[in-house]
T-cell receptor, first 111, second 110 residues
Framework: EPEVTQTPSHQVTQMGQEVILRCVPI?????FYWYRQILGQKVEFLVS????????KSEIFDDQFSVERPDGSNFTLKIRSTKLEDSAMYFC?????????FGQGTRLTVV | GQQVMQIPQYQHVQEGEDFTTYCNSS?????IQWYKQRPGGHPVFLIQ?????EVKKQKRLTFQFGEAKKNSSLHITATQTTDVGTYFC??????????FGQGTTLQVKP
């Protein structure tokens, strides 16, 4: 079964530092997403990416965040100047036409 | 913006009892999807409903999409301990982005 791969699985960072979360999407998928899930809460949409550009972003996705697909395969989420409240599980998801496939997630802990 | 509300937030049932979670959108949806997230896991796709009034079944799970394409439900008959997890609905609007409901966490007592 195809799968979305995310690295690292767990990242601990000091407040104010920058982190880059990586995702390898399923090869023939066209739509890429980043979602965030604070412990015990719902899955929150951050950003969608299509045709090498952001197609939509949420209010959460402010100037602190950026996404790119630097080499045509990896899909990255960069969080600059991390804050304590950025601690969450970050899921990458990709889809073709129907369902979204989620990666295992990166647990980000900001200390 | 588009919102998807889901109730209840938590549900505890005895094994063998039925379970239902409900999903409502503030706007008409192109389709609705349902996902299951086991504790410590990631959301896994269950099903997609597209047509108004559509009903689909997967063994003990029955999914419905409302006539107005603004609400949906998931019903599990005779729950088992393997049904434990959080069930999310996710609506797709005109823009194509998936907006998730808050999820319903199901606990099943053996």
């Amino acid at each position: 079964e195809p799968e979305v791969t995310q690295t690292p699985s767990h990242q601990v960072t000091q407040m104010g530092q920058e982190v880059i979360l990586r995702c390898v999407p399923i090869s023939n998928h066209l739509y890429f997403y980043w979602y965030r899930q604070i412990l015990g809460q719902k899955v929150e949409f951050l950003v969608s990416f299509y045709n090498n550009e952001i197609s939509e972003k949420s209010e959460i996705f402010d100037d602190q965040f950026s996404v790119e697909r630097p080499d045509g395969s990896n899909f990255t989420l960069k969080i600059r100047s991390t804050k304590l409240e950025d601690s969450a599980m970050y899921f990458c998801a990709t889809r073709s036409n129907t369902e979204a496939f989620f990666g295992q997630g990166t647990r980000l802990t900001v200390v | 913006g588009q919102q998807v509300m889901q109730i209840p937030q938590y549900q505890h049932v005895q094994e063998g009892e039925d379970f239902t979670t409900y999903c409502n959108s503030s706007t008409t949806l192109s389709n609705i999807q349902w996902y299951k997230q086991r504790p410590g896991g990631h959301p896994v796709f269950l099903i997609q409903l597209v047509k108004s009034g559509e009903v689909k079944k997967q063994k003990r799970l029955t999914f419905q999409f409302g006539e107005a394409k603004k609400n949906s439900s998931l019903h599990i008959t005779a729950t088992q301990t393997t049904d434990v997890g959080t069930y999310f609905c996710a609506g797709t609007g005109n823009t194509g982005k998936l907006i998730f409901g808050q999820g319903t966490t199901l606990q099943v007592k053996p």
